[in-house]
Structure formats: C-alpha cells, structure tokens
C-alpha cells in the first residue's frame, strides 16, 4: 500500500475546565478527541458521522492545526503539523483547506467574493497579480457560479451560493486534502442535494482527497469511499461505506444506520431507540464509553476501553463482544 496523504496516530485534543474568577484552578479535562487513529489514502473519501458534540469538529481543526494537539501526531504528505513551527504551519496549509458548516459566518461580510477568492491566491502568491482575476472566475465557474457576480458581497447570495464560493475558496490553493465540516447541514434539503452533487462531480474531476464530516449517515452514504463512525471522541468502526450501511457491526452504529430514512414509506424499517444522552466528555464512563445506552452490554464493557479490532476483511470496530452481537 503507498503511504498515506493523512495519518493520524493516538491524535488526543484536551480542553482544560478552570474555576475561579483571580485565581484559576483546572477542575477538570473535556477529551473532546481522545485517542484516534486513522488514515486517509490519495484520492479517497473518508466520511466521518456520529452524533453532534462527538468531536468531529474538534478533530478537524486540530488536523487544520486551529486548535493545538494534546497528544498523537498529525502527519499531512510525510510533514509532522503536530511538531511544525508557525511559518511551516502557513505553507502546509496551501496543502489542507476547509469548508465550514455555517457559509456566511465563513465568508467576511465586509469582502466581495472577488477578494475572498482572491486572498488566498495573493497571500501564499499562486498566481501572478494579473493573473488573479482570471483564476477567481474559473474557480466561479467550477463550483457553478455566474463571474458576473463576483462584485458582490455575502449577503447577496443565499446559502447554498455561500457554501458554493466557501468550496471555491478551498479550491483556490488547490490543496492536497480538503476537509468539509458538515457543509450540507444548514441548507435546505433540495440545496444539500446540489452541493453533494457538486462535491461528488470536483472529486471525480480532481480527483480531491476530502474528509467529509456529518452527522448523518444517509448524507455520507453516496459520497464516501469508506465511513469512520466516533463516538465520545474515540473511532468506534472504521471499514468500506457499503459494509458500514449495510452490515454495521458496532451497536452504535446499528443505531445510525437505522434512522436513515427508507426509500419505500410503506416499509417499516427496525429502529433502533438508544436510551439516554451521550454522555460528557467532562466525565466519560469507565470502560466502553457506549455501555450505559447500548443493548448489549455486559459488566466486562465496563472494565476498559476497547481498542479497535478486526472485525472483517479491511473493517475494524471498538467492542468487546463482536463475536456475540
């Protein structure tokens, strides 16, 4: 197998609690990333879904390097982000952008669209000046957006025309990874269609390496080549998008996959109700941090975390009783 683009290895991301108003003292830890190992190969889809608050988000800037690395390492085409210095930190990001989830507190309000396509081609000097304009209207024309338009600001457009300029932006550096943070989960469903259509056609076309977060299986489903499901800051099943929907081994994501819509509303799909909220990463259970709502846990469950184990051909899962589910 060549090397991957992205790997990420025993990558934690901590945020201290603090009381006191003069003089602060830590109360506590929120393992908001605890602990993941993935890898993301040249050219591939990796979607990542849980539920909201699981720390998928968090585990995207510390990969951006927006929020400092606790513990792991963050490596991006063979570079350490997690040991680089600011000024190599700057240059690696001509090689990782983002799309953010909300597309008009992305966008600065007080910059047309011309200068926030702009700015990323001046700042790290792709293109000569002159040639700047010529660039923003064919990034304009990739993600189907009229040129004519480029003079505008934000709040003109509506929000999926937003979210459209955010993945020029990305675009703009053509960088080696993109990572889009849940960026359908705003816009109105028949939007979301044309902006997953729109992703799916630039990773054919580019042959785009992207991360693409979500909360929602039935989003991810038709975009990525495999699916890596968190939970409390932790991978809990990592395998290929068809043997994650159709033959989901860890009981949470039986969970998922069973709130994913039917096609046929006359078919009752089984669903799977899990009781209680997730629980706080302030405070995380002992052991599996799944047990207190799964269906089959057993007093073992609560003795340690499990690791991710083999769990079929190219597939791995976080439980303690594959064997027995």
């Known amino acids: 197998m060549p090397s991957p683009l992205l790997q990420l290895t025993n990558v934690q991301t901590h945020f201290p609690v603090e009381s006191g108003f003069l003089l602060k003292k830590q109360t506590g830890t929120v393992k908001a990333v605890d602990g993941v190992n993935l890898s993301i190969q040249r050219g591939e889809v990796l979607g990542l879904v849980g539920e909201?608050?699981?720390?998928?988000?968090?585990?995207?800037?510390?990969?951006?390097?927006?929020?400092?690395?606790?513990?792991?390492?963050?490596?991006?085409?063979?570079?350490?982000?997690?040991?680089?210095?600011?000024?190599?930190?700057?240059?690696?990001?001509?090689?990782?952008?983002?799309?953010?989830?909300?597309?008009?507190?992305?966008?600065?309000?007080?910059?047309?669209?011309?200068?926030?396509?702009?700015?990323?081609l001046l700042v790290h000097c792709v293109v000569p000046r002159d040639q700047v304009e010529v660039r923003v209207i064919d990034l304009m024309n990739k993600v189907g957006l009229d040129p004519r338009f480029r003079r505008k600001y934000p709040h003109e457009f509506s929000g999926g025309q937003r979210q459209r300029i955010a993945i020029a932006r990305a675009l703009a550096l053509e960088p080696q990874l993109i990572i889009a943070d849940e960026p359908v989960s705003a816009l109105d469903v028949s939007i979301q269609a044309q902006i997953l259509n729109l992703l799916a056609a630039l990773v054919r076309q580019m042959n785009l390496t992207l991360l693409f977060i979500a909360h929602d299986l039935s989003v991810v489903k038709h975009l990525s080549?495999?699916?890596?499901?968190?939970?409390?800051?932790?991978?809990?099943?990592?395998?290929?998008?068809?043997?994650?929907?159709?033959?989901?081994?860890?009981?949470?994501?039986?969970?998922?996959?069973?709130?994913?819509?039917?096609?046929?509303?006359?078919?009752?799909?089984?669903?799977?109700?899990?009781?209680?909220?997730?629980?706080?990463?302030?405070?995380?259970?002992?052991?599996?941090?799944?047990?207190?709502?799964?269906?089959?846990?057993?007093?073992?469950?609560?003795?340690?975390?499990?690791?991710?184990?083999?769990?079929?051909?190219?597939?791995?899962?976080?439980?303690?009783?594959?064997?027995?589910?």
């Not at 240059?91 to 008009?104: I, L, W």
């Not at 507190?105 to 200068?115: C, G, V, W």
């Not at 709502?293 to 690791?307: D, G, H, I, M, T």
């Open 225 to 325: 080549d495999r699916i890596a499901v968190m939970y409390l800051g932790k991978i809990v099943e990592l395998g290929s998008a068809v043997d994650i929907i159709e033959q989901p081994r860890h009981p949470y994501t039986r969970a998922l996959v069973s709130a994913i819509p039917g096609h046929d509303p006359d078919t009752q799909r089984s669903r799977i109700i899990l009781a209680g909220d997730p629980p706080s990463p302030l405070n995380p259970p002992p052991g599996c941090a799944f047990h207190p709502r799964c269906l089959y846990a057993q007093e073992k469950c609560k003795l340690s975390v499990p690791p991710l184990i083999p769990a079929g051909p190219a597939r791995e899962a976080a439980c303690v009783r594959l064997d027995e589910i």
């Open 52 to 120: 909201s608050g699981c720390g998928k988000s968090t585990l995207a800037r510390t990969i951006m390097q927006l929020v400092p690395t606790t513990g792991g390492t963050v490596i991006l085409a063979g570079r350490n982000l997690t040991t680089a210095s600011a000024a190599e930190i700057k240059t690696a990001r001509r090689d990782m952008q983002m799309v953010f989830q909300d597309p008009f507190a992305s966008l600065n309000p007080r910059m047309t669209i011309f200068d926030a396509l702009a700015e990323p």
